[in-house]
């Protein structure tokens, strides 16, 4: 092994430039995290008055990205479906489902899904040990790469790992034992236990030089080097992440708060000045104290009974004269209101800023203008979800990339057994179940052969039907043999996806709708086109092609699509003219001719019989009469 290659060195250095590439955007994410929700400042009493929109923006954000478990949908390429392929399509469909529900994708996705609105990127990890699979969902300091410009020119990608002592001398050795324990960070996500610290080694996966590296801080040597356990299609066991924002030409990512954080400071300057106000907004008097009037007047202030309407004051005369209004200076509680009202229409047109910057309009919040029309508030609506949809389809595209990661380690590595326990094809047949079949066909076969024999019949009839009946069963595609198509294709001539409908809060009435639609489509399709292919046969082809494609602007399940499929190879079967009834006539009627004829030869025979019968009858009587007397001589 190359000395450069055999010390940590040359890992640690690479991983240092990539740590000093991405420092500025950790920090800001640190930043972000504690500005989203810090449980110190929140709960602090000297807590500054602020509006927390930026918490509610996320809030709205998160669930419009991302909120049900996705569904896996596999089919072959190019529609074909012979041989297997159908059968291990709906294999690697239900374990990839299976697989992905008990590795909990779904709590993974939660999570990629808060970091990618936080953060502005989402990163996940795909582990097989043997014992089991597992998706990770990484912190932003867990993740490194070399700088690049797109997806594609990455060479390596690294993943932190935590291991307990016991976990790393399990798979390392005696040498973890010299790596250095962590110290406990503020705000750390992992729990931390005292008494039983957790190591954090790197993990490298490096495409060019086709090896996996596992190095610490501080340790001289690499704990592990080796080629990659799994052999996947893009090598990288961690799929290309979802950004919201990044550098143009970088693979850098900006977070969405940075292009609004301007105006979030401002709203929260004006909260601060309207809740200073308001505390503010009280009636407040000034008057010069000393004198007895002034006294009452401080008296009646003080008060807080709400029966004492009267305050006696010892000099009528100056109460006669006017002297509590010449006395006293009021506040002026009118300019504090109307500027407080200010305030509030300056936030106001504030957080309508952020909203035209974030993409959220007021009918995704659920504020919605009674006098707008039902087109204007569709077009805020759509605006919105403009913003939203690359976020969405993000990250469709990563649980579709984790489903083919997910199904390239199943049809490699799993076995028969594992498939057929995730999987769940409990009523596809089996190689042992078959060849059980086989032999009570050629069992049955021979005794039918023993009894032809016995009986003075044909015995190899019975044996070429047996074995015709074998043949054909044997053709049958069983569980081994669909998993054998999946261990030498794995992928390949596969298509797999994620339906974006189904990682979404589903919408009931545009459900409803869509399907009332696709039927009304198929009815009026059928309507239409069922006539011209009845009258001209050669129009089937297109019109299950058309038929196709209309159903497939419709989003249909898998099963429908499949029907839809066989009908269509129905139609484009040919044919048979319809019968005339005159020639089904003139056919019956020959038939009923031939049947006479039949009968009558039928008749003839008999009757020739009964004659031929009569004759050998007679013939006989003579020779026993003419024999009869020679017989006495």
């Not at 005159?582 to 004829?597: F, G, S, Y």
């Given at each position: 092994m190359d000395e450069k290659k055999s010390t940590s060195r040359y890992w640690l250095d690479e991983l240092q430039r990539a740590q000093d590439y991405f420092g500025k955007y950790f920090d800001v994410c640190e930043k972000l995290k504690k500005q989203y929700a810090s449980l110190k400042n929140l709960s602090g009493a000297a807590n500054d008055t602020e509006m927390q929109i930026f918490w509610a923006n996320l809030e709205v954000m998160k669930p419009s990205i991302y909120s049900r478990a996705p569904v896996p949908l596999v089919d072959t390429k190019h529609g074909n479906t012979g041989g297997g392929l159908r059968e291990?399509?709906?294999?690697?469909?239900?374990?990839?489902?299976?697989?992905?529900?008990?590795?909990?994708?779904?709590?993974?996705?939660?999570?990629?899904?808060?970091?990618?609105?936080?953060?502005?990127?989402?990163?996940?990890?795909?582990?097989?040990?043997?014992?089991?699979?597992?998706?990770?969902?990484?912190?932003?300091?867990?993740?490194?790469?070399?700088?690049?410009?797109?997806?594609?020119?990455?060479?390596?990608?690294?993943?932190?790992?935590?291991?307990?002592?016991?976990?790393?001398?399990?798979?390392?050795g005696d040498v973890f034992r010299t790596i250095e324990a962590r110290k406990k960070q503020e705000n750390e996500a992992i729990d931390w236990k005292e008494e039983n610290p957790k190591k954090?080694?790197?993990?490298?996966?490096?495409?060019?030089?086709?090896?996996?590296?596992?190095?610490?801080?501080?340790?001289?040597?690499?704990?592990?080097?080796?080629?990659?356990?799994?052999?996947?299609?893009?090598?990288?066991?961690?799929?290309?992440?979802?950004?919201?924002?990044?550098?143009?030409?970088?693979?850098?990512?900006?977070?969405?708060?940075?292009?609004?954080?301007?105006?979030?400071d401002d709203i929260n300057r004006m909260t601060a000045r309207i809740s200073a106000l308001s505390n503010a907004l009280r009636m407040v008097g000034f008057y010069a104290s000393g004198t007895d009037l002034g006294e009452s007047i401080e008296k009646a202030f003080n008060n807080l009974s709400d029966r004492q309407m009267l305050v006696p004051v010892p000099d009528s005369a100056a109460l006669a004269a006017g002297g509590i209004a010449a006395s006293v200076s009021w506040m002026p509680v009118q300019e504090v209101a109307n500027t407080i009202t200010q305030c509030i229409l300056i936030r106001r047109q504030l957080i309508d800023d952020v909203y035209q910057v974030s993409g959220l309009s007021d009918v995704m919040r659920g504020a919605t203008n009674p006098n707008e029309t039902l087109g204007a508030q569709q077009l805020k609506s759509q605006y919105g979800s403009v913003r939203i949809k690359d976020r969405?389809?993000?990250?469709?595209?990563?649980?579709?990339?984790?489903?083919?990661?997910?199904g390239e380690i199943l049809s490699e590595n799993a076995s028969i057994e594992e498939l057929a326990n995730w999987s769940q094809m409990v009523e596809m047949p089996r190689e042992a179940q078959i060849e059980r079949q086989v032999q009570m066909i050629f069992a049955q076969?021979?005794?039918?052969?023993?009894?032809?024999?016995?009986?003075?019949?044909?015995?190899?009839?019975?044996?070429q039907q047996a074995q015709a009946k074998a043949a054909q069963l044997r053709q049958t595609v069983t569980f081994e043999r669909?998993?054998?198509?999946?261990?030498?294709?794995?992928?390949?001539?596969?298509?797999?996806?994620?339906?974006?409908?189904?990682?979404?809060?589903?919408?009931?009435?545009?459900?409803?709708?869509?399907?009332?639609?696709?039927?009304?489509?198929?009815?009026?399709?059928?309507?239409?086109?069922?006539?011209?292919?009845?009258?001209?046969?050669?129009?089937?082809?297109?019109?299950?092609?058309?038929?196709?494609?209309?159903?497939?602007?419709?989003?249909?399940?898998?099963?429908?699509?499949?029907?839809?499929?066989?009908?269509?190879?129905?139609?484009?079967?040919?044919?048979?003219?319809?019968?005339?009834?005159?020639?089904?006539?003139?056919k019956a009627k020959q038939a009923r001719e031939d049947k006479k004829v039949q009968i009558e030869e039928a008749k003839a025979k008999a009757e020739i019989g009964e004659t031929v019968a009569d004759t050998e009858k007679t013939k006989a009587e003579t020779m026993r009469i003419l024999n009869g007397p020679r017989a006495v001589m």
């Amino acid at each position: 092994m190359d000395e450069k290659k055999s010390t940590s060195r040359y890992w640690l250095d690479e991983l240092q430039r990539a740590q000093d590439y991405f420092g500025k955007y950790f920090d800001v994410c640190e930043k972000l995290k504690k500005q989203y929700a810090s449980l110190k400042n929140l709960s602090g009493a000297a807590n500054d008055t602020e509006m927390q929109i930026f918490w509610a923006n996320l809030e709205v954000m998160k669930p419009s990205i991302y909120s049900r478990a996705p569904v896996p949908l596999v089919d072959t390429k190019h529609g074909n479906t012979g041989g297997g392929l159908r059968e291990a399509a709906e294999i690697l469909e239900r374990s990839i489902a299976g697989a992905m529900e008990g590795a909990n994708v779904h709590g993974a996705a939660i999570q990629l899904r808060d970091r990618l609105a936080l953060t502005g990127r989402a990163v996940a990890w795909v582990v097989y040990d043997g014992d089991g699979l597992t998706v990770e969902a990484l912190a932003q300091r867990d993740f490194l790469h070399n700088q690049a410009e797109c997806w594609d020119d990455v060479e390596w990608v690294a993943r932190r790992a935590y291991l307990t002592e016991e976990e790393g001398v399990a798979r390392f050795g005696d040498v973890f034992r010299t790596i250095e324990a962590r110290k406990k960070q503020e705000n750390e996500a992992i729990d931390w236990k005292e008494e039983n610290p957790k190591k954090a080694i790197w993990e490298i996966w490096h495409k060019g030089k086709n090896k996996v590296v596992w190095v610490a801080q501080g340790l001289d040597h690499v704990l592990d080097e080796s080629e990659p356990p799994l052999d996947l299609e893009g090598f990288f066991p961690c799929p290309e992440p979802v950004y919201t924002t990044r550098e143009p030409d970088s693979l850098l990512p900006v977070p969405d708060q940075l292009f609004y954080r301007d105006q979030l400071d401002d709203i929260n300057r004006m909260t601060a000045r309207i809740s200073a106000l308001s505390n503010a907004l009280r009636m407040v008097g000034f008057y010069a104290s000393g004198t007895d009037l002034g006294e009452s007047i401080e008296k009646a202030f003080n008060n807080l009974s709400d029966r004492q309407m009267l305050v006696p004051v010892p000099d009528s005369a100056a109460l006669a004269a006017g002297g509590i209004a010449a006395s006293v200076s009021w506040m002026p509680v009118q300019e504090v209101a109307n500027t407080i009202t200010q305030c509030i229409l300056i936030r106001r047109q504030l957080i309508d800023d952020v909203y035209q910057v974030s993409g959220l309009s007021d009918v995704m919040r659920g504020a919605t203008n009674p006098n707008e029309t039902l087109g204007a508030q569709q077009l805020k609506s759509q605006y919105g979800s403009v913003r939203i949809k690359d976020r969405v389809q993000g990250m469709v595209r990563m649980c579709a990339d984790i489903a083919k990661m997910v199904g390239e380690i199943l049809s490699e590595n799993a076995s028969i057994e594992e498939l057929a326990n995730w999987s769940q094809m409990v009523e596809m047949p089996r190689e042992a179940q078959i060849e059980r079949q086989v032999q009570m066909i050629f069992a049955q076969a021979n005794r039918q052969a023993e009894q032809a024999v016995m009986q003075g019949g044909d015995a190899s009839q019975i044996m070429q039907q047996a074995q015709a009946k074998a043949a054909q069963l044997r053709q049958t595609v069983t569980f081994e043999r669909a998993v054998g198509i999946l261990r030498q294709g794995r992928m390949r001539p596969f298509l797999l996806e994620i339906e974006t409908d189904s990682t979404i809060q589903p919408d009931e009435q545009a459900a409803k709708q869509r399907a009332s639609e696709f039927i009304g489509a198929v009815g009026g399709f059928m309507a239409q086109m069922g006539p011209l292919v009845q009258g001209e046969p050669r129009m089937a082809k297109l019109a299950g092609s058309l038929l196709k494609d209309m159903a497939q602007a419709f989003r249909i399940s898998r099963s429908t699509s499949q029907a839809i499929d066989e009908f269509i190879k129905v139609m484009e079967q040919p044919t048979p003219p319809a019968p005339n009834p005159r020639v089904e006539l003139e056919k019956a009627k020959q038939a009923r001719e031939d049947k006479k004829v039949q009968i009558e030869e039928a008749k003839a025979k008999a009757e020739i019989g009964e004659t031929v019968a009569d004759t050998e009858k007679t013939k006989a009587e003579t020779m026993r009469i003419l024999n009869g007397p020679r017989a006495v001589m």
